[in-house]
Every structure is written in structure tokens, then in C-alpha cells.
T-cell receptor, first 112, second 113 residues
Framework: GAGVSQSPSNKVTEKGKDVELRCDPI?????LYWYRQRLGQGLEFLIY????????KSGLPSDRFSAERTGESVSTLTIQRTQQEDSAVYLC??????????FGSGTRLTVV | AQSVTQPDIHITVSEGASLELRCNYS??????LFWYVQSPGQGLQLLLK??????LVQGIKGFEAEFKRSQSSFNLRKPSVHWSDAAEYFC???????????FGTGTRLTVIP
């Protein structure tokens, strides 16, 4: 597509439920990134996919967080047993390397 | 420790005034450097980037930034601010050999008439 698409744009979930966030990168972009942005804070790196290589999961905050990507297409970020501190905007970006990220509009997750 | 610092959390300027947003980083080698802007409820938009060469880079919307190696800084400037520039601005650094960008905590710009 023309840009990075994320869905849903907003998600309200009850504490303890699992959620899945979706990211459709720009076609042809081999790299895909997930970031978390808490209210009033900067972006926190979560995970990075590059082609068919093993993902860099060094930013995932706990084992409740996981992500998958099939080839160079869609990625899903899954948060299990959500907690209130998981409330944030989750941003996805894709690129052909570090030289230019394109961000999606994000998914605003609210855990109540 | 490796870090990206934006020392100004919030800046208020009058429309038409000049603007400078500060960014300092601490990484070993000269990294890739970026400035992004985020309007409320939106994703991040790339304003400009520096990889090598001329240390003064021009971006979109009339913004420019200057890389100063001796100061490990990459400050963003605009000679005359417009009301539509009100947004959150993020400096980002891509260290050599890293897989991802590291972001500062952002500077919120308010523009008053």
C-alpha cells in the first residue's frame, strides 16, 4: 500500500484479556519495527523484523508481549493478559533500512 | 550510557518567531540522525535526516538542522514559525550497526498568535 496501515486505530480492553494489533507495512519494505509510546513519553523500541532473519526482540518488556511477521508482509503484536501499564499508543514503522522509517498512525490501547 | 536527550520538554514561541529545538546524543561513532514531527493523534512524519556530508541539512516545511560533531548535537531550526507547526518533535538516532532508531522524549511546541 501507499503507507503503513495499523488496525485497529483504537482498542479498549479489560485487564487480563489478550489483544492483537496489526500492521501492514509498505510493500517492498523489508524491515518492520514496533514501538510503544506511553502518554507524554518518547518512543520505546519493542521489536524489529528484517526479511526472514530472526527478529530482534530485545525491547519486548515481558514475556506477555510477542510479535510475528510472515515474510515481508503483515505483522501482529500480541499482548497477553493485559495490564493497565500496557495502555499506550503502539506504533509500527517499515523501512528499507535505517535510512527512512515510515510510521503508521498507531493503535491507541486502553486497558481498563 | 547511550542516550538521546531533548532537554526542552515544552517550548512556546510566537508565530513568526524563530525556533531552535535541541538534541544531544551519546553514541560512539557518528550515527544516522533524524527529526520527526507528530501532530496530535497522528503517526510520526520525517522532517529531515543526516547520514554524512554537509552538516546543514534541509527538510520539509522549512525546517533545517545542523550536525555538530564536537557537541554531539543535531539541533532543529526554523526561521519563522507558523501556527501549523504546533506539534511534538522527536529527535532520533540510528547508531552504527544498530537495527533500530532510538528516540528522545520529545519537545512539545506551542505557537501563540
Amino acid at each position: 500500500g501507499a503507507g503503513v496501515s495499523q488496525s485497529p486505530s483504537n482498542k479498549v480492553t479489560e485487564k487480563g484479556k489478550d489483544v492483537e494489533l496489526r500492521c501492514d507495512p509498505i510493500s517492498g519494505h523489508t524491515a518492520l519495527y514496533w514501538y510503544r509510546q506511553r502518554l507524554g513519553q518518547g518512543l520505546e523500541f519493542l521489536i524489529y523484523f528484517q526479511g526472514n532473519s530472526a527478529p530482534d526482540k530485545s525491547g519486548l518488556p515481558s514475556d506477555r508481549f510477542s510479535a510475528e511477521r510472515t515474510g515481508e508482509s503483515v505483522s501482529t503484536l500480541t499482548i497477553q493478559r493485559t495490564q493497565q501499564e500496557d495502555s499506550a499508543v503502539y506504533l509500527c514503522a517499515s523501512s528499507l533500512g535505517l535510512r527512512g522509517y515510515t510510521f503508521g498512525s498507531g493503535t491507541r490501547l486502553t486497558v481498563v | 550510557a547511550q542516550s538521546v536527550t531533548q532537554p526542552d520538554i515544552h517550548i512556546t514561541v510566537s508565530e513568526g518567531a524563530s525556533l531552535e529545538l535541541r538534541c544531544n546524543y551519546s553514541y560512539g561513532a557518528t550515527p544516522y540522525l533524524f527529526w520527526y514531527v507528530q501532530s496530535p493523534g497522528q503517526g510520526l512524519q520525517l522532517l529531515l535526516k543526516y547520514f554524512s556530508g554537509d552538516t546543514l541539512v534541509q527538510g520539509i516545511k522549512g525546517f533545517e538542522a545542523e550536525f555538530k560533531r564536537s557537541q554531539s548535537s543535531f539541533n532543529l531550526r526554523k526561521p519563522s514559525v507558523h501556527w501549523s507547526d504546533a506539534a511534538e518533535y522527536f529527535c532520533a538516532v540510528g547508531p552504527t550497526g544498530a537495527n533500530n532508531l532510538f528516540f528522545g522524549t520529545g519537545t512539545r511546541l506551542t505557537v501563540i498568535p
